[in-house]
Each structure stands twice: as structure tokens, then as C-alpha cells.
């Protein structure tokens, strides 16, 4: 976490990456305390409440629940595992993007929604394996649904948004 001062309304500086599902296997022993594997995948977790202040935590339990909620939706619509970044990207943002993008487990199927608050920034990085449903187009629609909620200072609504709107336009999977 940074100590520098905030510079917008929305502005965090903590990376986090959320996911929909098909998470790669935990070791349960390596978790800290208070730390579980669900049944999902999901690795969940309790802190007491004097372990971080308040005002450095970025998201509020609805936030975050509201996120966990639109990313599950959006892989199981349409079989992608969306995958939301906040933090700096750097001097080359679409190259950190493609580079976070990479690292994902099972990234041809995926696509990441990176936003970097401070910078003022977002990419959108699909997988080659959506390729032939998720394009630039899709991804238009995305980063355009989430600039008004971002300029209105709701990072949080912006990603929902993005996360939903580019769900919905993609193909769904076909079962």
C-alpha cells in the first residue's frame, strides 16, 4: 500500500485481481490463519479488525461482494473468466495489461478488465480462445459503460457495469 495521498474521488492503490472461477489449487496449510479454501476454489478469509485501518481498505464487504457477484454471473454466461485488476499499470499500460493478462491461470479463455485510478486508465485484454466472441468491439462497449460511473467517482459501479454490458454482448456459450 502506498502512503502517497488520494488524487481523485475513486483513486485506490491496491492491487487486487478478482476472478469469476475455475481457481488453480490451494495448498489449505499455506493459508494463513483464518483463511479457508471454499468450495468453489475461492481462497476466503477473516483479519481481525485492528489489523488494517479503515481508511486504507479500498472496498467496503458490498463492493466486494457486488464485484464477486458480477464476475461469477459473467463466467458462467458466457464460459470466459473475467478478471478485474486495480493498480498501476506504468508507463505502458497495454503492455502491463497484456503482461498481467498473460499470467492468468487459463488466460487464452480469459479477459482482463485493468484499470489504473491514478493514471486514469483502462485496458481490456481478451484471450485468444474468446477471440472469435470477445473483440474490440466488445471491449469498446465495456470501457464505455464504465467512464461515466468512473467520472462520477464509482470505480465500483464503472467495473460492474463494464463486466456486465461486455458479458451480455458477447455470444453466450452454447451447451
Not at 479500498?58 to 458462467?76: G, S
Not at 497495454?94 to 484499470?115: C, N, T
Request: proline share 7%.
Amino acid at each position: 500500500m502506498s502512503d502517497r495521498p488520494r488524487s481523485s474521488p475513486w483513486v485506490t492503490e491496491v492491487p487486487q485481481v478478482a476472478s469469476g472461477e475455475n481457481f488453480p489449487a490451494v495448498d489449505p496449510s499455506t493459508l494463513p490463519v483464518g483463511y479457508a479454501v471454499t468450495s468453489s476454489g475461492r481462497v476466503s478469509g477473516v483479519r481481525a479488525g485492528y489489523s488494517e485501518p479503515v481508511d486504507m481498505t479500498p472496498f467496503d464487504d458490498v463492493e466486494r461482494v457486488r464485484m464477486d457477484r458480477t464476475l461469477t454471473e459473467a463466467t458462467r454466461r458466457t464460459d470466459i473468466l473475467w478478471t478485474v485488476y486495480i493498480g498501476e499499470l506504468g508507463a505502458d499500460p497495454a503492455a502491463r495489461a497484456r503482461e498481467l493478462q498473460a499470467a492468468l491461470p487459463q488466460s487464452a479463455r480469459g479477459v482482463l478488465v485493468a484499470v489504473s485510478p491514478n493514471e486514469k486508465v483502462i485496458e481490456i485484454i481478451g484471450g485468444d480462445a474468446v477471440a472469435d466472441r470477445f473483440d474490440d468491439r466488445v471491449a469498446q462497449l465495456g470501457v464505455s459503460a464504465a467512464l461515466a460511473s468512473f467520472k462520477l467517482g464509482d470505480l465500483i459501479d464503472g467495473l460492474v457495469s463494464a463486466v456486465r454490458v461486455m458479458a451480455a454482448a458477447v455470444s453466450p456459450v452454447t451447451v
